[in-house]
T-cell receptor, first 114, second 112 residues
Framework: NAGVTQTPKFRVLKTGQSMTLLCAQD?????MYWYRQDPGMGLRLIHY???????AKGEVPDGYNVSRLKKQNFLLGLESAAPSQTSVYFC?????????????FGPGTRLLVL | GENVEQHPSTLSVQEGDSAVIKCTYS??????FPWYKQELGKGPQLIID???NVGEKKDQRIAVTLNKTAKHFSLHITETQPEDSAVYFC???????????WGAGTKLIIKP
């Protein structure tokens, strides 16, 4: 099992450009999450999904969109990147039922917006 | 809104000594409290967790204590080793929800 993987590992964008971050998990998890991590602020939830075809807003959703067309994939889109979106992005997934709070993280995507 | 406060932000201890990190949460409905370790360049990894019906849980050199009345929980690492150097995050479940509210993190430095 590869666990949770993220693509790409690093990306530089110019203000106004768009991009999609891909998260994939091979653990058959129901729930998936996108976080951003900024220095001194811990992890902030952007969007999450409780199953294929469903998504919901988290704490800081503005400027981002997501899609969960397949159970194993969760995509995070930036339509028009801004310097404030410079961050490290982490995807996580968790199993259903009794252990749904335990989240398994990917290695992260470092994004720099100039 | 709900929040989790974590202290200290940086902790430096001598190898072999103990380290304690403390968190306070605000949501009375929180019932699950995990601790994650994040090494440089990697994603956070769960190291121990505790549920509200338990006051303490141990796993070798790591232990977590929970005081629901005071709404705080702590991570204890004994006999610290160089590989314990990392950033540690506490979190609390958001009510009965599967979301987590995260602390800001503690950078633990183990001095040789």
């Amino acid at each position: 099992n590869a666990g949770v993987t993220q693509t790409p590992k690093f990306r530089v964008l110019k203000t106004g450009q768009s991009m999609t971050l891909l998260c994939a998990q091979d653990m058959n998890h129901e729930y998936m999450y996108w976080y951003r991590q900024d220095p001194g602020m811990g992890l902030r939830l952007i969007h999450y999904s409780v199953g294929e075809g469903t998504t919901a807003k988290g704490e800081v959703p503005d400027g981002y969109n997501v899609s969960r067309l397949k159970k194993q994939n969760f995509l995070l889109g930036l339509e028009s990147a801004a310097p404030s979106q410079t961050s490290v992005y982490f995807c996580a997934s968790s199993p259903p039922l009794a252990k749904q709070e335990t989240q398994y993280f990917g290695p992260g995507t470092r994004l720099l917006v100039l | 809104g709900e929040n989790v406060e974590q202290h200290p932000s940086t902790l430096s201890v001598q190898e072999g000594d103990s380290a304690v990190i403390k968190c306070t949460y605000s949501d009375s409905a929180s019932n699950y409290f995990p601790w994650y370790k994040q090494e440089l360049g990697k994603g956070p990894q769960l190291i121990i967790d505790i549920r509200s019906n338990v006051g303490e849980k141990k796993d070798q050199r790591i232990a977590v204590t929970l005081n629901k009345t005071a709404k705080h929980f702590s991570l204890h690492i004994t006999e610290t080793q160089p590989e314990d150097s990392a950033v540690y995050f506490c979190a609390a479940s958001k009510g009965s929800n599967y979301q987590l509210i995260w602390g800001a993190g503690t950078k633990l430095i183990i001095k040789p």
